[in-house]
C-alpha cells in the first residue's frame, strides 16, 4: 500500500526562509506536496475557497505583512470547516507573549525557527510524525513549545 501524499502549507513573507522550508522536507522522507503562501491574506484567501482541498498541516509565521500569523490563526479557528486544522507556527520570535498568545488561540505547536539545517529537518519531521488529532486534548503550554 502506497502512503498517502501529506499536504503542508507554509505562510512566510521571507523567501529565504520558504526556500530554507521546501529543502528540508526534500530530504524528510515523507510524501508531500508544499503549498507556499508569502502573505496570511493568500493563505486565507485559499483556505476559505470551498474548493480548494485543506491540507494535513499549516505552518504559519507571525510576523507576515497584509495579515499577521496571529491574525490568521485567530480567524482559523473561527471558521467551523477550518478549526480542526493542524497549526504550526513557525516564527523568528521567542518572546513569551508570542508563545502564550498563540497558545490561547489555540495553535498546536510553537517552532522557533531553527537556523541550522539539521535542526530544521528534525523539528519538521517532529511536527509531522504527531497524531495531532490526539494531541490537542491533552495540550499544554510545557508540551508547546518544540525545542530540538
Not at 83 to 94: D, E, G, P, R
Request: with cysteine; proline share 4%.
Amino acid at each position: 500500500m502506497q502512503p498517502s501524499l501529506m499536504h503542508i502549507m507554509l505562510a512566510d513573507d521571507d523567501e529565504d526562509d520558504r526556500q530554507f522550508f521546501k529543502e528540508a522536507f526534500e530530504d524528510i522522507e515523507v510524501k508531500h506536496k508544499i503549498s507556499v503562501f508569502n502573505n496570511g491574506v493568500l493563505l486565507m484567501e485559499y483556505l476559505n475557497n470551498l474548493e480548494n482541498p485543506l491540507p494535513d498541516i499549516v505552518f504559519l509565521d507571525l510576523n507576515m505583512p497584509m495579515k499577521s500569523g496571529k491574525e490568521c490563526l485567530q480567524e482559523i479557528r473561527g471558521i467551523p470547516r477550518l478549526k480542526n486544522l493542524t497549526i504550526a507556527i513557525y516564527s523568528t520570535s521567542s518572546a513569551e507573549r508570542d508563545i502564550e498568545d498563540t497558545f490561547v488561540s489555540g495553535a498546536n505547536v510553537y517552532i522557533c525557527k531553527p537556523t541550522d539545517f539539521n535542526a530544521l529537518k528534525k523539528a519538521l519531521t517532529n511536527v509531522i510524525n504527531v497524531n495531532w488529532q490526539y494531541v490537542t486534548d491533552g495540550l499544554n503550554k510545557d508540551s508547546f513549545i518544540l525545542n530540538v
